[in-house]
């Protein structure tokens, strides 16, 4: 059964950061694309970043600059590093797997 577990939200000021980690069990990410997505309230989920097998990267022009998408093959985890926090990211934040795999979210919230 494949599971994606996320952890690293919560709730952060304006300016702050937060490194989101997602770990994939019954699933090796090492040959496939992963991505984290994003739902603010009212809002379609959105793609904020995503990594190939390659480590090739791509990430949402809001975010850009500010987020980094990184994988460990061997930790099978993939992370997402958030800098310059902005109240805008506030949202729930999900991790994909290749296959439409989904885990259950991790909220950030920005304000002060």
């Known amino acids: 059964q494949v599971q994606l577990v996320e952890s690293g939200g919560g709730l952060v000021q304006p300016g702050g950061s937060l490194r989101l980690s997602c770990v994939a069990s019954?699933?090796?990410?090492?040959?496939?694309?992963m991505g984290w997505y994003r739902q603010a309230p009212g809002k379609e989920r959105e793609l904020v970043a995503g990594?190939?097998?390659?480590?090739?990267?791509n990430y949402a022009d809001s975010v850009k600059g500010r987020f980094t998408i990184s994988r460990d093959n061997a930790k099978n985890t993939v992370n997402l590093r958030m800098n310059n926090l902005k109240p805008e990211d506030t949202a729930v934040y999900y991790c994909r797997a290749a296959g439409d795999y989904w885990g259950q979210g991790t909220q950030v919230t920005v304000s002060s």
């Open positions: 019954g699933y090796s990410i090492r040959f496939n694309v």
């Open positions: 990594i190939t097998s390659a480590s090739s990267t």
